[in-house]
Each structure stands twice: as C-alpha cells, then as structure tokens.
C-alpha cells in the first residue's frame, strides 16, 4: 500500500489537515512527545479498519466537535482506492470505498458497513492484528506481538507472509494428483482387458 492522501478533519488531536505523499518515497514524521506523530497512523488504522487506540469510539472525535472524519487516498497492486470514513457523535459510523476509474473515484461500497469493510479487507489482503503486529508498531506497544501466544504469533505471521496461498495451492495440487490417479487406474484397466 503506497499513500498517496490523508485528510483529517476533527480527528483525535487534529482539527483540519491534508497530507499530500505525492513524490515522497520515504518519510520521516518528527516533533516533540505529544504533537500527534501517532495519530496521523492512527487515523490511517481507523480509516482502513475501524480500530483505533481509543477506548470509547467517540473518542476519535476531537474534543468539542460534533464530527470526526478521515479520508485515506492510496495505491495498492496498482489500483488507486478512496476510504472515507466518519463518526457522528452519540451516533453511528460511515464508511465509504472507492476505487479510480479514469480521473474520478467510482464507490465499491456495499451495502452495510459489515459488507464494505469485508470488501476492504479483500483488496488489501491484511487485517487489522497483522497490520499492528508488522507494518505500525503502536506507541508503548512494541512488544504486543512478543507477549502474544506462539499459537497467535504464528498465524500473525502466517496472514503477513500469505501462507494461506500455499495451503490452498497444496489442495489444489492434492485434488489434481487424485484426478490423475483414477484416471490412470481407468486406463489400466482398459489396457488389461485389450
């Protein structure tokens, strides 16, 4: 997943503001403890997957506002997609997807937040646990994939590195082989009784 726009509008400590990656191939986010280095990721994980680091959900909505909202514009296996993301307080979540099409975004929404974020989850082949374990270290957190169980661990790493590919592949291989195997007793038997 290559970022390309993060825009925040009342988001944890973030009244209004628009991040433009274009062109950047590498990033470095730097300031003093408390200026919301953390929150633009987070605000990444909570677009993408609905999970922040707040307890409460209406806790993502900056203090005083009514409305939080995020919008995350970027490329993944050479499509550009569109995740918006809002939360009224005291109130439901919306959730919008969208894939480029030309020069303008055309929904892939479905029906129900349930349904888009399968979606969602479909197009970027990773899930919330993988991507906190891997690719977002939280702050104070370093160590959650080390504390986990061997059992959770290795799925984590299973999910990152797409072993499941490989099971799948292993029983395609598996029905084939049977495939083969009866039709070689088939001929067998046709060329015993010739």
């Given at each position: ?92 979540c919306l959730l919008e997807f969208q894939i480029q ?94």
């Amino acid at each position: 997943m290559i970022p390309k726009r993060l825009t925040l509008i009342n988001f944890l400590s973030y009244r209004d503001v628009v991040l433009d990656f274009t062109g950047l191939h590498v990033a470095c986010i730097c300031g003093p403890n408390g200026a919301g280095k953390s929150s633009l990721l987070e605000a990444m994980a909570w677009v993408l997957w609905g999970h922040s680091r707040v307890a409460i959900d209406d806790d993502v909505i900056h203090l005083g506002a009514k409305e939080a909202r995020v919008e995350f514009v970027f490329e993944h296996q050479g499509q550009v997609y569109r995740v918006l993301r809002g939360r009224r307080r005291r109130q439901g979540c919306l959730l919008e997807f969208q894939i480029q099409a030309s020069n303008e975004f055309r929904s892939l929404t479905q029906r129900g937040i349930r349904a888009t974020q399968q979606l969602i989850l479909q197009h970027l082949k990773v899930d919330y646990e993988t991507f906190i374990h891997s690719a977002y270290l939280r702050q104070g957190r370093a160590d959650e994939f080390m504390l986990k169980r061997p059992g959770e661990r290795k799925q984590i790493l299973a999910d990152l590195l797409k072993l499941t590919q490989y099971d799948r592949l292993a029983e395609k291989a598996r029905e084939r082989s049977r495939t083969y195997q009866a039709e070689i007793k088939v001929l067998i038997t046709a060329l015993a009784q010739a």
